[in-house]
Nanobody, 127 residues
Framework: HLQLVASGGGLVQTGGSLTLSCAFS????????IAWFRQAPGKEREGVSA????????RYADSAKGRFTISRDNAKRMAYLQINSLEPEDTAVYYC????????????????????WGQGTQVTVSS
């Protein structure tokens, strides 16, 4: 049974950068696509980025394009989300999630596609 632990959040000034990490245990990461979601206060959880099993495909929400970079290291059982040029609007709890996928498949951010979630890490951007 796959388990996820997200880390790397914190308090950052506008314009700063952060790299979030997600550590996996309990199963090989080779069979899973990975996504990052975020939930701001009073808002619904939204997908920001996703990556396929072999890193061949990535997906970014419009709000993440150009500033967010998703990556993974299957051997280390880790995934990362680098966020540059942070804005106050990026303040949220960030979650990593996985879904078991066929090779090369990268689904959208529909919750039904992502069945295992980490506990979240808080990112706060001060203006």
């Amino acid at each position: 049974h796959l388990q996820l632990v997200a880390s790397g959040g914190g308090l950052v000034q506008t314009g700063g950068s952060l790299t979030l990490s997600c550590a996996f245990s309990g199963d090989s990461l080779d069979y899973y696509a990975i996504a990052w979601f975020r939930q701001a206060p009073g808002k619904e959880r939204e997908g920001v980025s996703a990556i396929s099993r072999n890193s061949g495909s990535t997906r970014y929400a419009d709000s993440a394009k150009g500033r967010f970079t998703i990556s993974r290291d299957n051997a280390k059982r880790m995934a990362y989300l680098q966020i540059n040029s942070l804005e106050p609007e990026d303040t949220a709890v960030y979650y990593c999630a996985t879904g078991r996928m066929d090779y090369g498949v990268l689904p959208d951010f529909n919750y039904d596609n992502w069945d295992t979630w980490g506990q979240g890490t808080q990112v706060t951007v001060s203006s």
